[in-house]
C-alpha cells in the first residue's frame, strides 16, 4: 500500500488527452523513478511498451524536448501514460514497490468481491421477503372475496336475528 500512496505523491495524476479523450495520465519518468527501477528510464519504457503492445496516442503520448547541457543541447523524449498503462506497468514490475501494488490490488479485488456478494445476498434475501409478502397478500385477497361471498350474508342474518330478537324486550312506550 505504501507504493500505492508513492505513487500518488510521487507521480500524480494529470489530465490529458490521449486518443480524443480526456483521461488521467502520469509521467512515465516519475513512475519509474517511484516503482524503484534500477534500468535506465529510456531502455525500461521502451523495453515496457514493446513487451505490453502498448500503443502510442492510445496508451501515452510521447513528448520530444530540447534539454540544454553543459556539453549543448540534447533532445530527450518523455512519456505520458495513461493510468491505466500506469497501472500495468506496476504490476509488471519485480520490485519490492510493484509487490505492494500486487498485494494492493489483490486486497481491493477481494474488498469489491466481498462487497458484491455481500450486496447479492442483500439482493437475494429482500427478494424472498418480497415473495412471501405477496403469496401472503394473494392468500389474505383470496380469503376475504369468500369470507365476504359465505360470512358476511351469515353475520348479517344473525345480526337481523339478535336486533329481532332484542326488539320485543326494548321498553318503548309510543304515548308518552
Known amino acids: ?13 494529470v489530465e490529458v488527452e490521449i486518443g480524443g479523450e480526456v483521461q488521467l495520465g ?12 534500477k534500468q535506465d528510464f529510456s531502455t525500461w519504457i521502451k523495453r515496457r511498451i514493446s513487451q505490453c ?10 513528448l520530444h524536448q530540447k534539454v540544454e547541457r553543459e556539453t549543448g543541447a540534447t533532445s530527450r523524449v518523455e512519456y505520458i501514460i495513461t493510468a491505466d498503462m500506469a497501472k500495468h506497468l ?11 501494488i500486487r498485494e494492493y490490488f489483490i486486497q481491493q479485488e477481494k474488498v469489491a468481491r466481498n462487497t458484491m456478494y455481500g450486496i447479492q445476498l ?4 429482500a427478494m424472498l421477503q418480497l415473495d412471501h409478502v405477496k403469496d401472503v397478500l394473494s392468500n389474505a385477497g383470496r380469503t376475504l372475496c369468500v369470507m365476504g361471498k359465505q360470512v358476511k350474508p351469515q353475520l348479517m342474518q ?3 336475528d339478535l ?7 326494548l321498553p318503548f312506550n309510543a304515548g308518552e
Open 1 to 13: 500500500m505504501n507504493a500505492v500512496i508513492n505513487l500518488e505523491k510521487n507521480a500524480p495524476f
Open 26 to 37: 502520469v509521467d512515465a519518468r516519475s513512475l519509474h523513478k517511484t516503482l524503484g527501477s
Open 53 to 62: 503492445q502498448f500503443r502510442e496516442n492510445f496508451d501515452f503520448i510521447s
Open 90 to 100: 506496476g504490476l509488471m514490475e519485480k520490485t519490492p514497490q510493484g509487490h505492494q
Open 122 to 125: 442483500e439482493i437475494n434475501k
Open 158 to 160: 344473525n345480526l337481523d
Open 163 to 169: 336486533i329481532a330478537k332484542a326488539q320485543p324486550q
